[in-house]
């Protein structure tokens, strides 16, 4: 199919954006299910958040001394940010969640954009769509335009939904700024990427993994150094500049000036290296393969292993890092939460009964296997995605059997998570018990882990039995495990009902060591989930592959 091109003309002109109000419209229209349930989502955290900071500071009592320990702690300004004012319940809420919104923003607009622009490309709609009376460049600048749109409703949600929680109208206008900014900068690193790779999986890898990724280490070894010397570093992190607009603390308008300078500077660069290449291809060029297959990739399960690789590998890392870091704050928990029964009762929510020590951890584990399920349902989806693609298609030609290719993504996502789910039970005692030298804690809380497997292995079975008897249903996995994650996380913070938090995968399940062993619920969510695998097993064989 001939496509419309306009070499040399800059992208800027006219023609090179001709057609952007259709191009536009096509975005939204494809991805206006997205842009609204993430809108939705981000909305809630911050005046939620507003709501329990009388909770956690009841009025009449003084708010410095807990503030003074949480913000002094090296690595809760690791994980949360640095706080610049803790007495109001405005900078509270930016400081514990305002930070983590604007973050999932800029994760959210990288995708958004990436799945308008290079997958569409990969996938054939691109070609289709310029084949028309369409510039060269309407189809990255309308789905660009969308992003910044839906963003910029983001944020002025966000300042409206904050003045309607009680707090200043400058500072929530500087809080919902903030996010909108992050996610225009991170718009255009994504836009950059999509010129620069030829596939979206790579282009999302860098987007959001390394770039984005990358970053966020970067801010939170910054974030937990109390030297002023390294604080300086600060201001060349993007992810900090939402901070550092301070809001609710004396707002610096002009810190502002940054993020948009640089979004704007990115989304120029797309443009200008999107005339540089060719459709199709990416400024990257794909290097070759070898001659002769690897020994290993000699049928389903090598090749599944090579796909799976990087993910792998990512996320193993990415655990296994944070479920220590996560424990290593449990030596300091009982000083930071001893004068504060409030926040005290919160944590016993999240980890049941018994110390407060105890039900730290047992909320970290809580909160890593959520986030483990994460993993496991992205690697079932890998198996998804190569059918649509039409690759399963080509494999089940082949004398490899559709059992055969199931099984060998299935295995990966579900050995790969059980193991990093027992690591975490691992990791996150293992600093208290070197420090106490109580090593007996880690045998503890790994089978505190191991008893939580159950709900990790029904995530699993529900991912697995929509691919095989209702595939085009696969997105609902991630809704389950969304609802989890909200369950472990949030939930017990905003005084829920006890019923409706335990209607998740891991509500019925025993929290070891605070509360007794009963294996009932264990051993039912072990058998539904069996059930269900295999259930999803004889349903991918039965039915018909599908395409796109």
Same mark, same amino acid.
């Given at each position: ?75 809760m300004r690791a994980i949360l940010g640095v706080p610049h004012d803790l007495s109001t319940a405005g900078g509270f809420t930016m400081w514990r969640v305002g ?115 990358g970053l966020f280490l970067v801010r939170a070894v910054l974030d937990g150094s109390s030297s002023v010397r390294v604080q300086a570093w600060r201001w060349l ?43 199709? *291809? ?5 290097? $070759?393969? +070898?001659?002769? &297959?690897?020994?290993?990739? =000699?049928? #389903?399960?090598? %090749? @599944? ?67 483990? *399920? ?5 690697? $079932?989806? +890998?198996?998804? &995605?190569?059918?649509?693609? =039409?690759? #399963?298609?080509? %494999? @089940? ?63 699993l079975g529900i991912a697995m039995a929509l691919l095989g008897w209702a595939p085009r249903w696969f997105s609902l996995a991630w809704v389950a495990v969304g ?66």
């Amino acid at each position: 199919m001939t496509t419309l091109s306009l070499p040399g003309r800059p992208w800027w002109s006219p023609m090179s954006q001709s057609g952007i109000g259709a191009t536009t419209a096509i975005a939204w229209r494809r991805s206006r299910l997205y842009w609204v349930l993430w809108v939705l989502a981000l909305l809630t955290l911050m005046p939620l958040t507003v709501t329990k900071y009388h909770d956690l500071v009841p009025p009449g009592s003084s708010p410095e001394q807990l503030m003074a320990t949480l913000g002094s702690n090296p690595t809760m300004r690791a994980i949360l940010g640095v706080p610049h004012d803790l007495s109001t319940a405005g900078g509270f809420t930016m400081w514990r969640v305002g930070a983590f919104t604007g973050w999932t923003a800029a994760f959210v607009a990288a995708f958004g954009v990436i799945r308008g622009t290079r997958a569409d490309e990969e996938e054939g709609r691109t070609e289709l769509v310029r084949s028309g009376a369409v510039g060269r460049h309407a189809i990255l600048g309308g789905s660009l335009l969308v992003t910044m749109v839906a963003t910029l409703v983001l944020g002025v949600l966000i300042a409206l939904s904050m003045v309607g929680a009680g707090t200043p109208a400058k500072g929530s206008l500087a809080a919902g700024l903030g996010v909108t900014a992050i996610s225009w900068v991170f718009a255009g690193v994504a836009a950059v990427c999509a010129q620069v790779f030829e596939s979206a999986r790579s282009a999302r890898s860098w987007a959001a993994g390394i770039v984005l990724g990358g970053l966020f280490l970067v801010r939170a070894v910054l974030d937990g150094s109390s030297s002023v010397r390294v604080q300086a570093w600060r201001w060349l992190i993007p992810l900090e500049w939402p901070q550092l607009v301070r809001p609710y603390a004396d707002e610096r308008w002009w810190v502002l000036l940054l993020p948009m300078v640089l979004s704007f500077l990115l989304i120029g660069v797309a443009f200008s290296l999107e005339s540089r290449r060719d459709f199709g *291809s990416g400024l990257r060029a794909t290097r $070759l393969g +070898r001659a002769d &297959a690897a020994p290993g990739l =000699g049928d #389903a399960a090598g %090749l @599944a292993r090579r796909l799976h690789r990087t993910g792998v590998i990512g996320w193993s890392l990415g655990v296994l890092v944070f479920s220590y870091g996560m424990g290593s704050i449990g030596s300091q928990i009982d000083a930071m939460l001893a004068n504060n029964p409030q926040v005290a009762e919160m944590m016993a929510k999240l980890g049941g009964t018994g110390e407060l020590k105890n039900a730290f951890y047992i909320a970290m584990l809580g909160i890593m296997v959520t986030v483990v *399920s994460l993993a496991a349902v992205q690697f $079932l989806s +890998r198996l998804h &995605a190569e059918e649509l693609t =039409g690759h #399963a298609e080509v %494999l @089940a030609s082949t004398a490899t059997s559709r059992w055969a290719l199931a099984r060998s993504h299935l295995g990966i996502a579900l050995v790969v998570p059980v193991v990093l789910a027992l690591a975490s039970g691992v990791l996150v005692p293992l600093a208290e018990a070197a420090k106490l030298g109580r090593w007996s804690m880690i045998g503890d809380y790994l089978g505190a882990a191991a008893v939580l497997l159950p709900g990790l292995l029904l995530v699993l079975g529900i991912a697995m039995a929509l691919l095989g008897w209702a595939p085009r249903w696969f997105s609902l996995a991630w809704v389950a495990v969304g609802w989890s994650m909200f369950c472990s996380w949030l939930a017990p913070l905003f005084g829920l009902p006890e019923w409706l938090i335990d209607l998740q995968p891991w509500g019925h399940l025993p929290r070891l060591p605070s509360d007794p062993l009963d294996l009932v619920p264990v051993i039912i969510e072990t058998v539904i989930a069996v059930v269900l695998l295999a259930g999803g097993l004889v349903g991918f064989r039965r039915r018909d592959l599908l395409s796109r």
